[in-house]
């Protein structure tokens, strides 16, 4: 994750959002900052609710939403969302957001040109209206007293607002006059901007500047900013694949996507697996696994390497005393806790499951819910992701162990790769 975007209401969250969705972006809203975020998004967007609030109890929401990002050095970019015409605790919130992400200067840029909201001379314009004048001055929850800008802010803050003119942001010394800025105390500046390619000046100035920064905005800011602010890099994320089946055919699937040299190969000792304390099998096993798949190499996790596998099933049962039943429930609850341990310590691109059994299994160890089918790889074989559990954006493959032809993993390895890739 490259961006967290912090907004006061739903919709405001979702107009900037899709600036940066629309260049590609991975863009997961969150509609509180009290909800899990999902794995491998590029940007996202906590909405806090907190417009109407008091301007202490919106300081403290912004503070709770953005504690858990802001810790390490790695932390990503942050980005408050504010409304264009400044209702709600706009100083109070940026104030909150400086602190978390310790920010030394905050960039306020918060006009729309195409929706008609300027910024010009330090004060907000809606379709050249100064704000005071219009519609949003008896909001009936959140009314504007004033359409100068570092007014508003200042009535929330103490941090020093500055102003730079729309002169300065045309004169090429734009990045100039911000860093002089930056070298001073913390500071908030307010920038005008009349046009779309005033925004883009602005964004142009961003990485150039070393001072730590707070981007504050609307949907114009947003726009305009360089992909490189919030898209991660696109590497292929290798797929793991569960091969709990003995079919046959499952298992020259196996072979022929091996001898293509598409995955590595972890062989399981399925006695092992029943053992009455299996916790060290399974820990070398997902542990084989995960070194695999940090070379970014897919992974089969395999029960039966031949047709002497198969045969040993009854010899099994009669030396454990278990039912075939008894005993596959054994072996699939073991890979199912596997796969979860594999996912918790790295990153994968999606998962392949082969016989029903194992597909359960894997589903109830991650906390899935169901099972949403978006595709279909090849006859009979869907891609979808699972509900609710610790992968919900994660393709996931099902197959029966008799289904498809030799070429079926290697096409679904494809399948996957391409899916990643276009995200």
Same mark, same amino acid.
């Given at each position: 994750?490259?961006?967290?975007?912090?907004?006061?209401?739903?919709?405001?969250?979702?107009?900037?959002?899709?600036?940066?969705?629309?260049?590609?972006?991975?863009?997961?809203?969150?509609?509180?900052?009290?909800?899990?975020?999902?794995?491998?998004?590029?940007?996202?967007?906590?909405?806090?609710?907190?417009?109407?609030?008091?301007?202490?109890?919106?300081?403290?929401?912004?503070?709770?939403?953005?504690?858990?990002?802001?810790?390490?050095?790695?932390?990503?970019?942050?980005?408050?969302?504010?409304?264009?015409?400044?209702?709600?605790?706009?100083?109070?919130?940026?104030?909150?957001?400086?602190?978390?992400?310790?920010?030394?200067? #905050?960039?306020? &840029?918060? =006009?729309? %040109? @195409?929706?008609?909201?300027?910024?010009?001379?330090?004060?907000?314009? !809606?379709?050249? /209206?100064?704000?005071?004048?219009?519609?949003?001055?008896?909001?009936?929850?959140?009314?504007?007293?004033?359409?100068?800008?570092?007014?508003?802010?200042?009535?929330?803050?103490?941090?020093?607002?500055?102003?730079?003119?729309?002169?300065?942001?045309?004169?090429?010394?734009?990045?100039?006059?911000?860093?002089?800025?930056?070298?001073?105390?913390?500071?908030?500046?307010?920038?005008?901007?009349?046009?779309?390619?005033?925004?883009?000046?602005?964004?142009?100035?961003?990485?150039?500047?070393?001072?730590?920064?707070?981007?504050?905005?609307? #949907?114009?800011? &947003?726009? =305009?900013? %360089? @992909?490189?602010?919030?898209?991660?890099?696109?590497?292929?994320?290798? !797929?793991?694949? /569960?091969?709990?089946?003995?079919?046959?055919?499952?298992?020259?699937?196996?072979?022929?996507?091996?001898?293509?040299?598409?995955?590595?190969?972890?062989?399981?000792?399925?006695?092992?697996?029943?053992?009455?304390?299996?916790?060290?099998?399974?820990?070398?096993?997902?542990?084989?696994?995960?070194?695999?798949?940090?070379?970014?190499?897919?992974?089969?996790?395999?029960?039966?390497?031949?047709?002497?596998?198969?045969?040993?099933?009854?010899?099994?049962?009669?030396?454990?005393?278990?039912?075939?039943?008894?005993?596959?429930?054994?072996?699939?609850?073991?890979?199912?806790?596997?796969?979860?341990?594999?996912?918790?310590?790295?990153?994968?691109?999606?998962?392949?499951?082969?016989?029903?059994?194992?597909?359960?299994?894997?589903?109830?160890?991650?906390?899935?819910?169901?099972?949403?089918?978006?595709?279909?790889?090849?006859?009979?074989?869907?891609?979808?992701?699972?509900?609710?559990?610790?992968?919900?954006?994660?393709?996931?493959?099902?197959?029966?162990?008799?289904?498809?032809?030799?070429?079926?993993?290697?096409?679904?390895?494809?399948?996957?790769?391409?899916?990643?890739?276009?995200?």
């Amino acid at each position: 994750m490259k961006m967290v975007v912090i907004a006061d209401d739903f919709t405001g969250a979702n107009d900037t959002g899709v600036q940066l969705a629309k260049k590609g972006a991975r863009i997961d809203v969150l509609l509180s900052d009290q909800h899990k975020p999902a794995r491998g998004c590029d940007v996202l967007v906590i909405n806090t609710e907190s417009r109407a609030l008091t301007p202490d109890d919106a300081r403290q929401k912004v503070l709770t939403a953005l504690q858990p990002f802001c810790g390490s050095a790695d932390r990503p970019v942050v980005y408050k969302k504010i409304d264009s015409t400044f209702r709600g605790n706009v100083g109070a919130e940026i104030e909150a957001a400086m602190q978390a992400s310790g920010a030394q200067l #905050a960039l306020i &840029a918060a =006009a729309i %040109p @195409a929706a008609g909201r300027t910024t010009l001379q330090g004060e907000c314009r !809606v379709f050249d /209206v100064p704000l005071a004048e219009t519609e949003y001055a008896s909001d009936p929850k959140t009314p504007i007293l004033s359409s100068h800008i570092r007014t508003l802010i200042e009535a929330q803050t103490r941090i020093p607002v500055y102003e730079v003119d729309l002169a300065v942001v045309r004169s090429g010394r734009l990045a100039e006059r911000l860093a002089a800025l930056g070298h001073q105390e913390r500071g908030i500046v307010v920038i005008d901007a009349v046009q779309e390619s005033d925004l883009a000046l602005l964004a142009q100035c961003l990485p150039h500047l070393t001072t730590s920064l707070l981007l504050v905005g609307a #949907a114009g800011f &947003a726009n =305009a900013l %360089p @992909a490189e602010s919030y898209l991660s890099d696109r590497q292929r994320l290798p !797929v793991l694949v /569960v091969a709990g089946s003995m079919s046959e055919v499952t298992r020259q699937q196996i072979t022929f996507a091996q001898q293509e040299e598409l995955l590595g190969i972890v062989d399981i000792d399925v006695e092992a697996l029943l053992l009455e304390d299996a916790t060290h099998a399974c820990q070398q096993i997902a542990g084989r696994a995960i070194d695999m798949l940090k070379t970014r190499r897919h992974c089969a996790l395999r029960t039966c390497r031949d047709s002497d596998e198969r045969r040993r099933i009854e010899q099994l049962c009669e030396t454990m005393q278990l039912s075939r039943q008894q005993l596959g429930d054994r072996i699939s609850q073991a890979l199912g806790e596997i796969t979860l341990r594999i996912i918790t310590h790295t990153q994968i691109g999606g998962l392949f499951l082969t016989g029903g059994d194992i597909a359960i299994a894997v589903a109830r160890a991650l906390g899935a819910e169901g099972y949403r089918i978006n595709a279909e790889v090849a006859p009979c074989i869907p891609c979808g992701t699972f509900i609710n559990s610790e992968i919900d954006d994660l393709p996931v493959i099902t197959k029966a162990g008799g289904f498809g032809c030799q070429t079926t993993l290697r096409d679904a390895l494809y399948f996957i790769e391409e899916m990643y890739s276009g995200k």
